[in-house]
């Protein structure tokens, strides 16, 4: 269940988007909705710039990966 209702997103539109991301979740840090945990198994090897989450209500951790052309970032669940 997300009871965060985090939706996965699987590419930025653009690098405007990705910061706004970055902003909202910086926010729902500092409303103590969420925590930043450290990152246990890199997305698609090294060499990307990441960082991971817990959702406080529903426990789940997700990721964030920053833009890195031409790949163009990703948020989504940690299995």
Same mark, same amino acid.
């Given at each position: 269940?997300?009871?965060?209702? /985090?939706? %996965?997103?699987? +590419?930025?539109?653009?690098?405007?988007?990705?910061?706004?991301?970055? $902003? /909202?979740?910086?926010? =729902?840090?500092?409303?103590?909705?969420?925590? %930043?945990?450290?990152?246990?198994?890199?997305? $698609?090897? =090294?060499?990307?710039?990441?960082?991971?989450?817990?959702?406080?209500?529903?426990? =789940?951790? /997700?990721?964030?990966? +920053?833009?890195?052309?031409?790949?163009?970032?990703? /948020?989504?669940?940690?299995?």
């Amino acid at each position: 269940m997300n009871e965060c209702k /985090w939706e %996965e997103i699987d +590419a930025f539109c653009s690098l405007g988007e990705y910061k706004r991301f970055c $902003a /909202w979740i910086e926010d =729902q840090i500092e409303q103590d909705v969420v925590e %930043e945990i450290s990152v246990k198994d890199s997305f $698609a090897g =090294q060499g990307f710039e990441e960082r991971w989450f817990r959702c406080k209500s529903s426990n =789940q951790k /997700w990721r964030l990966v +920053a833009p890195d052309g031409p790949f163009r970032g990703y /948020w989504g669940n940690v299995e």
